[in-house]
């Protein structure tokens, strides 16, 4: 066997391609449907997972929003005056968030309904038309099932999907690409209970494997490239239902909120 | 072509694979040039990075340390007191630490000299012999460079390491897998100034490379796995020292302290 080739011994090598062939996205697009047709296409085979950047999910589902159309309210005219930000997108920062975390010049870490914790509540106005911008799907975990459904049914067997962003981080520079849904799999591995090789007991071992293989995806799809999905082959994962707020931690016991 | 083989178009398809036949390491092995010569049999060539568990690392640099022979000072003691946890550990958790972050019942996030924030200081007390702990490597980036000399020279041009370890998030449940040393490539890439197929100009995408990388290893390395190394392939890199500071928030910038 050839060293370059990927190892057929599930768990001893990843692949993760990026899935070409994605046309730009407009509201009501039949997306799993596309995504599943693409898939099988590219050899995609039941145990992959398929990682699709949110944007085009957020643009599948109308969730695109005309600055025009916004009519900022008091707390969002004060927000932008304080960040310097566009009183539309801080009427829309403020309607995506439960909280706003921390606020600083013009950076704005919100908590979106969804719980995740980000910048400007995840709206995202890079590669969108002008005087628009994208927020994320309303529920990112029933659109990872919805493209699983069709995903699965078209390859024939068990995938994995895991919808992204890129979160910037505490205490690290530098964006990486997150899970904020997820199908088919289990997010988290949980090595508690079990035993390292010198027989102790493992704790508080638990991997964010949806969160590693999303950003697997991340190094190849990059903000310029344009290619808002990959199938990574080769991850061992756990057949479940999936979803995401098994990543996201407990407020009370977050420590840095 | 078939569809399972990686894209050799650079940036299209990354491959990560296990990099087998590491032993247990003792302190004094010759850790670099034992690497570059598992991975010139493997395979690995230039433009490829080499990701590594700190853990080998710190083992062969001698970063082990004996709990008996440790003498808790005070504040240690207090720290043990307050988190139910060893004394000699909680003496090493501060010497290792320029801060502690947070602290609550068991959980103590420190910032190490080294700059990062993590539980317990990285000490980690799992696959290693009963009464002992690692420590992180002293300067993972020096290590990295000195892994990096070695195998460019045995494969024969340019490639990337990046020494890691498992880190838990703010907010996130999971640890992941993160850089803490780089050699031979910029960890971070810069996408700013750069536009969006709109044509507008690019702002605060600065994609974390090192890190998304780490991650995609980290999926297949796994705790339980015991193999501590993995060759990434096709992911397009630029050349570059390294460093891990670049990953690293200045603290005045930094909301979550």
Same mark, same amino acid.
């Given at each position: ?24 996205? +407009? ?121 699983? +459904? ?64 999303? +950003? ?42």
């Amino acid at each position: 066997m050839g060293a370059r080739e990927p190892d057929p011994r599930l768990g001893y090598a990843l692949n993760a391609r990026l899935l070409t062939g994605i046309p730009e996205i +407009a509201p009501g697009d039949p997306l799993p449907a596309r995504l599943a047709a693409l898939a099988a296409a590219d050899g995609m085979e039941p145990g992959d997972v398929l990682v699709v950047a949110h944007k085009v999910v957020s643009k599948a589902e109308g969730q695109v929003v005309r600055l025009a159309d916004v009519s900022p309210g008091v707390a969002a005219r004060r927000l932008a005056e304080q960040t310097n930000k566009d009183p539309a997108l801080c009427e829309l920062i403020l309607s995506e968030s439960r909280a706003i975390v921390r606020q600083r010049n013009a950076v704005v870490i919100a908590e979106t309904h969804h719980g995740f914790i980000c910048a400007n509540a995840g709206i995202d106005s890079s590669n969108v038309a002008d005087g628009t911008v994208v927020l994320l799907p309303r529920d990112p975990d029933r659109s990872a099932r919805h493209i699983q +459904a069709a995903v699965a049914a078209a390859v024939g067997g068990r995938v994995g999907v895991v919808v992204t962003d890129t979160h910037g981080r505490a205490w690290r520079r530098g964006l990486i690409n997150l899970a904020i849904g997820v199908a088919g799999f289990a997010p988290i591995i949980d090595y508690r209970g079990g035993r390292d090789r010198e027989g102790r007991l493992l704790v508080a071992t638990d991997q964010g494997l949806a969160d590693e293989i999303a +950003a697997a995806a991340g190094s190849l799809m990059g903000k310029a490239a344009g290619t808002p999905a990959a199938v990574v082959s080769g991850v061992d994962t756990i057949a479940s239902p999936g979803g995401v707020g098994d990543l996201l931690r407990d407020p009370e016991l977050d420590l840095f909120r």
